[in-house]
């Protein structure tokens, strides 16, 4: 079978999503990547069947307008953005929280950053740091367009820099950045996190592999080993408890007690 091998390993994301391939054939990849798959779809995860992802995403409402736009545009240019049933758990955490202040570390293209300002009341402001000058200015153009402009502010640079700059306590903190570096952020943002505010952090089961080591692609050891450390850590941690939720592509949420 004709597959554009080289075409797919360009995009890094890709080389995460292709494990299973259609048509139940086996395929030996970079990495030595042992690549198979079933009847014509991707499995998207490895964290859910199929029919679970596919039904509960199947129920989730479309959303239209500028959400629904940003997600035509990070699918065609392959941003990833968190996924559709994450943004749904986003939503219902955020309106029974009620958070007046919430920071981001990893914009992309502002697309979670909007839909937590729709999920929050006018008065929460949201902080967002992206390391790319050409994700800021997408996200600030997308920010503009909508009634949200005033809530949410950008800063650009390195979490790890930006974060020892900021103050004040906020109320939720969401990690949707470099996968590898979350115990870093995790210590770096201890001291800005509110009492009983929680840390959201996406992607903790990282396709799978951070499960078993049967999915582990080579090149993904350090993120994965690094992941493993991260969800004991505030598994273990004292004054907070923690929870991983086999959703989208694994989710953590750390609460810290009073
Ligand atoms: C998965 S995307 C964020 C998606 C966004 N949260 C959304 O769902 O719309 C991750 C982003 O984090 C940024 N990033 C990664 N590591 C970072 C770091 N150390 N500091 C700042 N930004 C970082 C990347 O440039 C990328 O745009």
Request: aromatic share 10%; glycine share 6%.
């Amino acid at each position: 079978m004709a597959i554009p091998f080289q075409e797919l390993m360009k995009n890094i994301w890709m080389q995460i999503l292709i494990n299973d391939i259609y048509r139940g054939k086996l395929i030996r990849g970079i990495d030595h990547v042992l690549i198979y798959a079933k009847e014509g779809k991707f499995r998207l995860s490895h964290i859910n069947e199929d029919y679970i992802e596919e039904y509960i995403r199947s129920i989730i409402p479309e959303h239209e307008g500028y959400l629904y736009e940003l997600e035509v545009y990070a699918e065609k240019h392959h941003i990833p953005i968190i996924e559709r049933e994450v943004a749904q758990m986003l939503k219902v955490l955020l309106k029974i929280i009620r958070p007046k202040r919430i920071l981001e570390v990893g914009t992309a293209i502002g697309y979670s950053a909007l839909i937590m300002a729709s999920s929050t009341d006018g008065d929460c402001n949201i902080t967002t740091i992206e390391r790319r000058k050409d994700m800021v200015v997408l996200a600030q153009e997308n920010i503009d367009k909508t009634e949200y402009r005033d809530r949410i502010n950008i800063i650009q640079g390195e979490a790890e820099e930006i974060l020892p700059t900021l103050t004040g306590k906020f109320d939720f903190i969401f990690f949707d950045a470099a996968k590898g570096q979350y115990l870093e952020f995790f210590n770096l943002c201890i001291g800005l996190l509110a009492k009983r505010g929680i840390i959201m952090s996406d992607n903790v089961l990282f396709k799978g592999m951070v499960a078993s080591d049967d999915l582990v692609i080579r090149r993904k050891k350090t993120i994965v080993k690094r992941l493993r450390k991260y969800l004991k850590y505030i598994n273990n941690l004292e004054g907070y408890e923690s929870c991983i939720i086999p959703i989208g592509d694994g989710v953590a949420l750390t609460y810290k007690k009073e």
